[in-house]
């Protein structure tokens, strides 16, 4: 048996990976869009349930609404300003 370097393994390896997959992707038969997309699940809730559901929904896209409507302008400060902190400055022990 031949004796092979490390890089030489590493690149056999990596040849012999690469070939592997390519050769099952080609196996693999293509997947056809006929099918149609499952409707979505729906949660079983009761009808009190439901209707706190609504309210919370309507809730929710009346504030996002209520903030879609502001206008900002453009020359705005950021709300927050990130600044990377600085080592601790040591006193000299002089004194």
Do not use: C, W
Not at 9 to 33: C, D, N, V, W
Not at 78 to 94: C, E, I, L, Q, T
Request: aromatic share 4%; proline share 8%.
């Amino acid at each position: 048996m031949k004796r092979i370097s490390r890089r030489e393994f590493h690149r056999l390896a990596a040849i012999g990976a690469i070939s592997g997959a390519l050769a099952h992707a080609s196996l693999e038969a293509p997947q056809t869009q006929t099918a149609e997309p499952e409707p979505p699940v729906k949660i079983l809730l009761t009808p009190e349930q439901e209707k706190k559901v609504a309210v919370e929904v309507a809730d929710r896209d009346n504030k996002i609404a209520k903030l879609r409507s502001r206008n900002l302008p453009y020359n705005l400060e950021p709300a927050f300003v990130f600044r990377a902190r600085s080592a601790p400055h040591r006193s000299s022990g002089k004194g």
